[in-house]
């Protein structure tokens, strides 16, 4: 029986593997430990068009194992859905996730320069505007 909270091992040894989705990879969370096991990671989508409600697809690093995924919960794909003014960026949201917001003329920031200390740029949905804060996760923008 496995442990709760623990992954199973996928058995995964190679890419070819990886068969149960799109662009399957097998990864290997931490090298030469042995305490974790290999996983498969899929792809959801390959361009925003197999995104549903608008949302961008994100590709992964080539370095990573992170999956392409849908980002959801933004309010842009694209600069031009933004208007003339504005223009589409990605922004930390909670729990190191990301999701595209368009920037304005009424934004307190434009990226991580523009705030002070260890604070980032990023969106405030509250505020429904870019602003200085605490980051999410990490520097995203």
């Known amino acids: 029986m496995t442990p709760p909270h623990s992954a199973p091992p996928s058995g995964c040894d190679a890419d070819a593997t990886c068969t149960a989705g799109k662009n399957g990879r097998c990864y290997t969370p931490v090298s030469g430990c042995g305490c974790a096991p290999n996983i498969c990671t899929y792809d959801e989508c390959f361009s925003d068009a197999e995104c549903a ?30 208007g003339a003014a504005g223009y589409c960026s990605p922004s ?9 917001f368009c920037h ?25 505007r870019w602003k200085c804060g605490p980051g999410t996760c990490g520097p995203v923008g």
Do not use: I
């Open 104 to 128: 304005t003329p009424d934004d307190e920031c434009v990226d991580a320069a523009d705030c002070s200390g260890d604070h980032e740029c990023a969106f405030d949905a509250a505020a429904k």
């Open 53 to 82: 409600d608008g949302s961008p697809c994100e590709c992964r690093a080539a370095f990573a194992y992170e999956a392409n995924v849908c980002v959801k919960n933004g309010n842009c794909r694209v600069d031009t859905d933004c």
């Open 92 to 100: 930390g949201v909670s729990n190191c996730m990301t999701a595209y």
